[in-house]
């Protein structure tokens, strides 16, 4: 079991838990995301690394309460345990002295965006992070991106804070010649500023989600098409050259069980959510 220490919302339903777990906190690195289980019979859900403390022996991840699994998780206190959380697995970002890089984080990816922002700072890059999210309520971690970066910009699809939309990158892309790209985020946001990156032949490093079952190699249903090559997500990943990822592909990958993901939702809503027995509907 493992002790959830510390619990905080960010922004309306997305929330970031800090847990122990010292196994997993001794081998953690930048990139690599966690599998979470909570409850007897909970669901499998893969989560980002954006913290971990291997004095403390914890980890951090941040999750948005978009279905069944992540609602029922939000509803957990400090105090009390996870079933499990296996980790780290995929492979840990590339982090080194790039020179001029530009790191791209949308809604809840903000979280694990910030830990390599903080990483490419400290290997000695000049970090512009850009934060974005669908409108001004719902920007995150300002001020921890402010820390780990040199520059940091505010783009929301509202414009009520920032800039409004991406137009801006591209003109930001002429003038500061970027060395590397990191984004993680929304699918959409990362085909996005892949195409934006492409011509300036800004290497640019996406954080893909495929749907995953194991998250270890063996399902296979975490496939991404790159380069024209299938490769697996857990595994191969989760990152991937933005320029090569067959987004459209992603996109429709994701969806598959869209209409299994309602009913669950649904259904939970409807029989009085959660049914681990530790907490309250
Ligand atoms: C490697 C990896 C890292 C991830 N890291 C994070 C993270 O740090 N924080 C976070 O909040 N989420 C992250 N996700 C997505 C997260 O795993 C899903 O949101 C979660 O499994 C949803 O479970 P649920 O039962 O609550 O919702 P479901 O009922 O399964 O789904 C609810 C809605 O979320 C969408 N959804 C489900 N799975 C995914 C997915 N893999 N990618 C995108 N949308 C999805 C569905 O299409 C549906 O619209 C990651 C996924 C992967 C594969
Ligand atoms: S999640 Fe099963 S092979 Fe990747």
Redo the contacts with the bound molecule.
């Keep these: 079991m493992y002790k959830i220490v510390n619990k905080t919302e960010l922004v309306p339903k997305?929330k970031i838990f800090e847990v122990e777990a010292p196994e997993v906190a001794a081998k953690s690195n930048p990139g690599q995301?966690l599998i979470v289980i909570n409850g007897e019979k909970g669901?499998r859900?893969?989560?980002?690394?954006?913290g971990y403390d291997t004095k403390k022996g914890t980890v951090s991840?941040?999750?948005?309460?978009?279905?069944?699994?992540?609602?029922?998780?939000g509803k957990l206190e400090p105090g009390q345990e996870i079933d499990n959380v296996t980790g780290p697995?995929?492979n840990p970002s590339e982090i080194k002295n790039f020179g001029k890089v530009l790191c791209v984080g949308g809604s809840?990816?903000i979280?694990?965006l910030l830990l390599q922002s903080k990483a490419l700072k400290e290997a000695g890059n000049h970090v512009t992070t850009v934060l974005g999210a669908r409108s001004h309520p719902f920007i995150m971690m300002e001020q921890e991106a402010e820390k780990y970066s040199d520059k940091v910009i505010i783009s929301t699809d509202d414009g009520s804070k920032g800039y409004k939309g991406l137009g801006f990158l591209k003109e930001l892309c002429e003038k500061e010649k970027f060395d590397r790209c990191v984004v993680m985020g929304?699918?959409i946001l990362m085909k996005d500023v892949s195409a934006i990156t492409k011509p300036f032949n800004i290497p640019t490093i996406v954080?893909?989600?495929?749907?995953?079952i194991d998250?270890m190699g063996m399902c296979g249903v975490?496939r991404v098409t790159v380069g024209g090559k299938m490769l697996f997500?857990?595994v191969d990943?989760?990152e991937f050259d933005g320029h090569l990822v067959d987004f459209d592909e992603l996109i429709l990958r994701?969806?598959t069980?869209?209409p299994?993901?309602?009913l669950?939702?649904v259904l939970a809503e409807m029989h009085g959510g959660c049914k681990c027995g530790r907490h309250k509907a």
């Design positions: 997305i995301f669901e859900i893969p989560l980002t690394l954006c991840f941040a999750f948005h309460e978009v279905g069944k699994t992540t609602k029922d998780l697995l995929g809840v990816m979280a694990p929304p699918v954080t893909t989600t495929p749907i995953m998250g975490c997500g857990c990943g989760p994701q969806r069980m869209l299994e993901e309602r669950s939702s």
